[in-house]
């Protein structure tokens, strides 16, 4: 662990991994209700692996040191409630401090996961340096309809999650064209962590081949051409097949 800075003169710790050589660009990974724990390091070291400066901001450390409540139902709640306790202007500001931190390695991408996700939604807006936002189970997205992003913004949705169920999913989408949004049919929050009883490998395989690919795009490479009605929609592709829990692209609206 590293220690940060951030311009109110707050001090926290980060998880952060360097490639083995020369950096394409940078990942700030954003913690879920359990903090900087295991499972979000093994994503820090995940994305340093495939070459970038990588680095996950403790950011419950202004009401919590060292916390790592793991993915039992009383660790996730007592997670959600140390998270509602910390002011979102804060977090915003301990998150811009890690992007300041990587942005020398090149561009910057967010990746959030739970309530990180929903913090990289609003980060979209409010940092500065970033080039792209991802967000995973984004919790409390019902109420940030209004506001287009700033920044190209994909998001991960799973079908079966309760905090966030399928009917507000289709609307978010309906008025958040320029967002890039994948459904994941039958599964639940956190599918995409492999300790979690809600994992699904196929949705989360497919998650992952879709978040590399928007990192590639906007932090290493030129950004695709942007499409009709569509604000910073990525060139995904967009399959017309059968639902499977790889999931769908739920794609801009038809004229």
């Known amino acids: 662990m590293i220690e940060l800075t951030s311009e109110d003169g707050h001090n926290f710790s980060a998880y952060r991994a ?9 990942v700030v990974v954003l913690q879920d209700f359990s903090g900087v724990s295991a499972h979000i390091q093994k994503e820090v070291d995940g994305f340093a692996a495939l070459g970038y400066v990588a680095i996950a901001p403790a950011l419950f450390d202004r009401e919590k040191k060292s916390v790592d409540f793991g993915f039992d139902e009383s660790g996730l709640s007592e997670g959600e409630k140390l998270a509602q306790s910390v002011p979102l202007e804060t977090a915003l500001q301990d998150i811009q401090a890690a992007v300041d931190s990587v942005k020398s390695a090149g561009k910057v991408a967010l990746v959030g996961f739970s309530w990180g996700g929903y913090l990289a939604y609003l980060s979209a807006n409010s940092l500065r340096d970033v080039a792209c936002a991802i967000g995973y189970s984004a919790s409390e997205l019902s109420q940030e309809h209004p506001t287009k992003r700033k920044i190209p913004t994909l998001l991960h949705f799973p079908e079966n999650d309760p905090t966030f169920p399928v009917e507000d999913i289709v609307q978010f ?14 599964v639940g929050h956190d599918f995409n962590f492999d300790e979690a009883k809600t994992f699904n490998a196929e949705a989360a395989q497919a998650a992952r081949e879709r978040t590399l690919f928007w990192i590639s795009q906007f932090v290493e490479g ?3 051409v942007t499409l009709k009605n569509s604000g910073s929609y990525a060139q995904a592709k967009v399959e017309k097949k059968k639902k499977k829990s790889g999931g769908d692209d739920m794609g801009p609206p038809m004229d």
Do not use: L, N
């Open 18 to 26: 360097e490639p083995s050589g020369e950096p394409k660009g940078a």
């Open 173 to 186: 989408r309906a008025a958040r064209p320029d967002i890039s949004a994948f459904s994941y049919p039958e």
């Open 222 to 224: 030129q950004p695709p």
